[in-house]
């Protein structure tokens, strides 16, 4: 059984002739902030797929909080949280009829989630909104209440796609503090962003090219073996052959 | 029809419900320029953009559009105004040749027509012509939008969020492509959430919940930053970022990629003088190896400091 929150290797998935994953091999550890970067098309929502538990990989292979993706993905979705920018709550529930409801499925008992919903509402500021709907909250609160349920059953990974799209810079800052508290309490965070600067609030990340993991490291590494000043040279740089489509 | 400004509004204001969506809203926007809208989702883009292109009535105020009222001349100036609206509107089951084609027929023109205003982007559409609209990746959707967009050859084009959900090196390129418009001469109205992408504009506008904040050239507004600001680096983020939050000078600490930017309170003490109390400071909480620089705001610092500055409406 591996330690590491994640540990992929050589993990492949092909689609007929196309190879979306082209043999990824990475680990994340306990507590790391993990930044998962590529352009559009790179691989990066097929990986984390085969990585929750929704798509078999094609080869390879890769364990989640200690289990196999293949043979055990019950488990690792048990252990794991997600959240998507697209979906993550039910607009027409209120904001605590969504945490009850996403505490029952990941079987959280009762007591822990009414102790746990006052926390969460707490940390982002929301305690009189528990009644309103989430459709009526601002976009900002909603994606920090999602990160917030989706750590609810305090899984040991949270797997996060790319959960800032489109906030003010200020809610952006306060979401990403979010992240940070939750690594400094040992869970482990891999996250996809198109932002760059945000990458460089990872402890390490990798850019993916076509399918493959074309660089990896801290950001300052990564920076420094490039001779790039700025992330956003090196993903330029390392994109820019396949950029044409 | 001669007009000293290609947009002109004075007090825009659209309310849905209780909710003013524009708030007071009026800008210039000069022939020939690149200006840019730039804010999170929610703070009023889409609603003054829809004005702006007759598809929405104001509550209050006025707008001209290449010297064309957009309430009265909405009829003439929806046939000299190029619109890309922020959501995929063309056609996914047409090829992108039937999708441009389409929307030539639209405005009783032909591509043909079109192929000098088009060609720069139509190069790297070209050899996708026979694909369907949705099988294009996010970019060259973009770019076709963007095409169709121009096909009937305006004399002034609104792109709401062209670059949203685009990644890094799309974006880039379709600013490129716009930098190429522009030289042409022709006036672009764009919007982005993106701050890094102020400094493609000549001029921008920042905007939150309906209001514009602040309207300059993209370096000028960070000159304009009212207080020291100071980048501060090493050290645990979590640890540094709460205990620079405690000095009681500290207005805003905030994560900004690999260090903090640290804006003080008062205005009439150097970012040199700042920078060696602050130093000072971290030394005595016993933080090691943190290094501390003033520096120059940026377009995100600005939009941070004004956001708070304004009163909520």
């Known amino acids: 059984m591996s330690e590491h929150a994640i540990d992929s290797r050589e993990l492949t998935r092909r689609f007929g002739d196309f190879t979306a994953v082209n043999a990824i091999t990475f680990h994340v550890e306990q507590g790391e902030v993990f930044g998962f970067l590529g352009a559009n098309g790179a691989g990066k929502t097929t990986a984390m797929r085969m990585l929750i538990g929704l798509l078999v990989p094609t080869s390879g292979s890769a364990t989640v909080a200690g289990f196999d993706i293949s043979s055990q993905a019950e488990q690792v979705r048990r252990r794991i949280g997600y959240m998507s920018q697209r979906f993550s709550l039910y607009e027409d529930l209120t904001v605590q009829e969504n945490i009850t409801l996403y505490g029952g499925i990941y079987g959280v008992s009762n007591r822990d989630i009414v102790t746990r919903t006052g926390e969460i509402l707490t940390r982002i500021g929301l305690q009189d909104a528990g009644k309103?709907?989430?459709?009526?909250?601002?976009?900002?609160?909603k994606q920090q209440l999602a990160f917030c349920v989706a750590l609810l059953h305090r899984p040991g990974i949270v797997f996060l796609d790319e959960p800032t799209g489109g906030v003010d810079p200020i809610?952006?800052?306060?979401?990403?503090?979010?992240?940070?508290?939750?690594?400094?309490?040992?869970?482990?965070?891999?996250?996809?962003?198109?932002?760059?600067?945000?990458?460089?609030?990872?402890?390490?990340i990798s850019i993916m090219v076509d399918g493959a993991i074309a660089a990896m490291g801290t950001p300052a590494e990564v920076r420094s073996r490039h001779g790039a000043a700025t992330l956003d040279e090196v993903f330029l740089r390392l994109t820019r052959p396949g950029a044409a489509a | 029809m001669t007009y000293e400004h290609a947009v002109e509004?004075?007090?825009?204001?659209?309310?849905?419900?209780?909710?003013?969506?524009?708030?007071?809203?009026?800008?210039?926007?000069?022939?020939?320029?690149?200006?840019?809208?730039?804010?999170?989702?929610?703070?009023?883009?889409?609603?003054?953009?829809?004005?702006?292109?007759?598809?929405l009535l104001p509550d209050a105020g006025a707008a001209r559009v290449l010297g064309r009222?957009?309430?009265?001349?909405?009829?003439?100036?929806?046939?000299?105004?190029?619109?890309?609206?922020?959501?995929?509107?063309?056609y996914p089951d047409l090829s992108v040749a039937e999708n441009l084609g389409f929307f030539a027929s639209l405005f009783d023109t032909t591509v043909a027509e079109a192929r000098d205003t088009i060609a720069p982007i139509w190069l790297q559409l070209e050899p996708?012509?026979?694909?369907?609209?949705?099988?294009?990746?996010?970019?060259?959707?973009?770019?076709?939008?963007?095409?169709?967009?121009?096909?009937?050859?305006?004399?002034?084009?609104?792109?709401?969020?062209?670059?949203?959900?685009?990644?890094?090196?799309?974006?880039?390129?379709?600013?490129?492509?716009?930098?190429?418009?522009?030289?042409?001469?022709?006036?672009?109205?764009?919007?982005?959430?993106?701050?890094?992408?102020?400094?493609?504009?000549?001029?921008?506008?920042?905007?939150?919940?309906?209001?514009?904040?602040?309207?300059?050239?993209?370096?000028?507004?960070?000159?304009?930053?009212?207080?020291?600001?100071?980048?501060?680096?090493?050290?645990?983020?979590?640890?540094?970022?709460?205990?620079?939050?405690?000095?009681?000078?500290?207005?805003?600490?905030w994560p900004f990629g690999d260090s903090l930017h640290y804006t003080d309170r008062r205005s009439d003490v150097s970012p040199e003088a700042v920078a060696r109390e602050l130093m000072a400071y971290v030394d005595s909480a016993g933080l090691a190896g943190v290094s501390i620089q003033p520096i120059a705001a940026g377009i995100e610092d600005a939009f941070m400091w004004y956001m708070v500055q304004e009163p909520a409406a």
């Open chain 2, 69 to 90: 009222d957009v309430v009265r001349d909405f009829w003439d100036l929806r046939t000299r105004l190029g619109y890309m609206p922020g959501r995929f509107s063309l």
């Open chain 1, 132 to 141: 309103e709907l989430v459709r009526e909250i601002p976009l900002g609160w």
């Open chain 1, 171 to 204: 809610t952006r800052r306060r979401f990403w503090e979010l992240i940070y508290e939750a690594a400094a309490e040992g869970t482990s965070v891999l996250v996809t962003t198109h932002y760059l600067d945000e990458a460089e609030y990872c402890n390490r």
């Open chain 2, 128 to 253: 996708f012509s026979s694909r369907r609209a949705g099988a294009l990746s996010g970019g060259m959707k973009q770019k076709l939008a963007l095409c169709c967009a121009l096909v009937h050859r305006p004399e002034i084009l609104f792109l709401d969020e062209p670059t949203t959900g685009v990644d890094a090196v799309s974006r880039k390129e379709f600013w490129d492509l716009l930098g190429r418009l522009k030289d042409e001469g022709l006036p672009i109205v764009v919007s982005t959430p993106y701050m890094d992408e102020a400094s493609r504009c000549d001029r921008v506008s920042l905007m939150q919940q309906g209001k514009l904040l602040v309207t300059d050239r993209p370096g000028e507004i960070g000159r304009r930053y009212p207080r020291p600001l100071l980048a501060v680096r090493g050290g645990q983020i979590l640890g540094l970022l709460g205990a620079l939050r405690r000095f009681p000078h500290a207005a805003a600490v």
């Open chain 2, 9 to 55: 509004t004075e007090g825009l204001v659209r309310r849905f419900g209780d909710d003013a969506a524009l708030d007071q809203v009026s800008l210039q926007v000069e022939p020939g320029e690149l200006y840019g809208v730039i804010g999170p989702d929610g703070s009023g883009k889409t609603t003054l953009f829809r004005i702006l292109v007759t598809l």
